[in-house]
């Protein structure tokens, strides 16, 4: 790995070099593919080489921070394994925003037929938190003499414990 390190020093000195920056990609491919198997959440019509493009983006976008600071490289390996396995994770979290997913499994049986309930993931967790708020809001209009007296007693605390 030290040539990749050594490598990633030079693309990001050295961005016009199409050639360096070709074999630096073809280096970092055990990396993106190793994330790639490791990443459970699949996005479906995503392929290999999607993902493979994704891990270049991402490459590029860390050899613009290794030219910002330099120090970045020491641990070029690690850190272009998370940078890849974030941005996996955030092209997951878009997609999973912007299309239907099945959160909430509801299957209904007319005939031959099966029909499952499906829902943004977007709006479920709206309502999720909607009723976490509204349970938190309950609680506390039922504790809310003993939240406050322990808020106090903290403040006082606190309020002794510090030095004049």
Known sequence: ???CKSLALYCSRHPEDNQAFERLCMSIRPIAFDVMKLHKNVIPYYDRDDYLQ?????????????SANPDIAD????YLWVSIKNAY???YKEYVLQHLVEVRSHEMREGNLICSYM???Q????????KKRESWRIYYRKNRDRILAKQRQKYHER?????P
């Open 123 to 130: 709006e479920y967790a709206d309502e999720y938190y909607r």
């Open 54 to 66: 994704e891990a270049y983006i991402t490459l590029y976008r860390v050899l613009m921070r290794i």
């Open 89 to 91: 994770c955030r092209l």
């Open 119 to 121: 829902v943004y993931f």
């Open 159 to 163: 309020k002794n414990s510090s030095p």
């Open 1 to 3: 790995m030290d040539e």
């Open 75 to 78: 641990s070029f390996s690690a």
